[in-house]
């Protein structure tokens, strides 16, 4: 009989439901809202609905592979917490979607671990080994896959990228290399000098404030240039401390933030020459993620594709 893999995203803003081949193929791809007032229980009802139904038509699934918004307890399949989103501190999801489908193989991963995993084999990280995945997102996350595998550190973490601190005052990646860290550098710099095109940009643009960044870099706007050119530096010294304990072939930069494309991908890839060692010069390569939104329901995939 022909079977089926489900890839599933389960984030803070968005719910995402993938149907694939044997091969990990996606045949049909479902986005959801998510209602954050509705908390854990509104997800999990939107996606009973889809399990329910596919078990009502005998659709044949041969493992589910789940990527979640939050630390987890991969052996058990257990979340852990959830920063965004109420009722999910401790919900085994594993158990859960056993208990909803039935019978079936069922894996339960980080979010940002299962798009790294979805970029080293599917995407911008192709043909690299090791491959790091960096999230540049409202928050900023990480991920190592060596040998095609996750790479797990000892319970409960593993490559947490946007804690890494890049000073002792407690500067770190995420403070100063998230979206929320560029919106408030935007801002701070509209208010010192109003007059500027990336000042303009953000009024006529009514968005958050890091949308207005490329534009305004695309028409030469000096504030822009150095506030990617401070985002960058501080992103690329961060990244030197994973270069020198991981040693990656590749760098991948996904999330919103690296949406900004090549401008973001050079001044990085030039600024961590400055931190990295000699004997690993010229550094790993930067590059840029290639799946989108489908990164997480691709590793998604991958999870259960070679061992369901």
């Known amino acids: 009989m022909f079977k089926n893999l489900v890839g599933i995203e389960i984030g803070g803003t968005k719910l995402q439901l993938v149907i694939a081949d044997e091969k990990a193929h996606i045949l049909n791809q479902y986005r959801l809202h998510v209602h954050k007032e509705l908390g854990a229980e509104g997800i999990r009802a939107q ?3 889809f399990l329910c139904e596919w078990r009502r038509h005998h659709l044949a699934i041969s493992g589910i592979g789940v990527g979640f918004g939050g630390p987890v307890d991969v052996a058990s399949g257990r979340i852990i917490c959830s920063h965004q989103i109420q009722g999910w501190d401790q919900f085994n999801l594993k158990e859960w979607i056993l208990s909803v489908y039935g019978s079936t193989c069922v894996h339960v991963e980080n979010d940002a671990n299962t798009a790294a995993l979805g970029e080293s084999l599917c995407g911008a990280g192709k043909g690299c080994n090791p491959v790091m995945y960096v999230t540049l997102g409202s928050g900023v996350g990480g991920g190592a896959v060596v040998e095609g595998k996750i790479y797990h550190g000892a319970h409960p973490g593993e490559v947490e990228i946007g ?29 010192e000098k109003p007059d500027t095109c990336i000042a303009q940009l ?52 996904g999330g919103g933030l690296s949406l900004l494309g090549e401008p973001l991908r050079l001044a990085v890839a030039q600024k961590i020459q400055r931190y990295v060692m000699q004997a690993f010069q010229p550094g790993p390569e930067i590059r840029l993620a290639l799946l989108g939104e489908q990164a997480v329901p691709t590793g998604a995939l991958e999870l259960v594709r070679n061992s369901c």
């Open 202 to 253: 953000c009024t006529a643009m009514h968005s958050k404030q890091a949308a207005a960044l490329l534009p305004a870099l695309n028409q030469g706007d000096e504030e822009a240039r150095r506030i990617l050119d401070e985002t960058a530096d501080d992103l690329a010294y961060g990244l030197s401390h994973a270069v020198h304990l991981l040693h990656p072939q590749a760098i991948i930069l």
């Open 163 to 191: 804690h890494v601190r890049l000073d002792k005052e407690g500067r770190t990646v995420e403070s100063c290399c998230s979206g929320w860290a560029v919106d408030r550098k935007i801002l701070s710099s509209i208010q």
């Open 47 to 49: 996606i009973g609905r």
